[in-house]
């Protein structure tokens, strides 16, 4: 069992960054393929990006890609998002999510096992 616990959202103007945090608990974190996802109101979760357990591979969805980087820190048991550029379009609820023995390429919210409560990013403009 893993349980992930997001930090670090808020309110930024446009052009400004934060940077997201997903700390879980337990002692496996270095098997799990980690992701981040966001969710606007009445609409299903996207994927934004993740890294893989084994060689901390990257992939990003193209609305993202050169803004948000993901990272991770396994002797923290942490995964980050770091978000540059904000656009008001950025306006939504991030989750983080965990995927034992996964990739970076599993971008659909069915491949991932534990889930965060998820953290309210508001970009205004």
């Known amino acids: 069992q893993v349980q992930l616990v997001e930090s670090g959202g808020g309110l930024v103007q446009t052009g400004g960054s934060l940077r997201l945090s997903c700390a879980a608990s337990?002692?496996?974190?270095?098997?799990?393929?980690m992701a981040w996802f966001r969710q606007y109101p009445g609409k299903e979760r996207e994927f934004l990006a993740a890294?893989?357990?084994?060689?901390?591979?990257?992939y990003y969805a193209d609305s993202v890609k050169g803004r948000f980087t993901v990272s991770r820190d396994n002797a923290k048991n942490t995964v980050y998002l770091q978000m540059n550029s904000l656009k008001p379009e950025d306006t939504a609820v991030y989750y983080c999510?965990?995927?034992?023995?996964?990739?970076?390429?599993?971008?659909?919210?069915?491949?991932?096992?534990?889930w965060g409560q998820g953290t309210q990013v508001t970009v205004s403009s």
């Open positions: 890294i893989s357990w084994s060689d901390d591979s990257t």
């Open positions: 999510a965990a995927r034992i023995l996964g990739t970076c390429y599993n971008t659909n919210i069915d491949a991932y096992d534990y």
């Open positions: 337990g002692r496996t974190f270095r098997r799990y393929a």
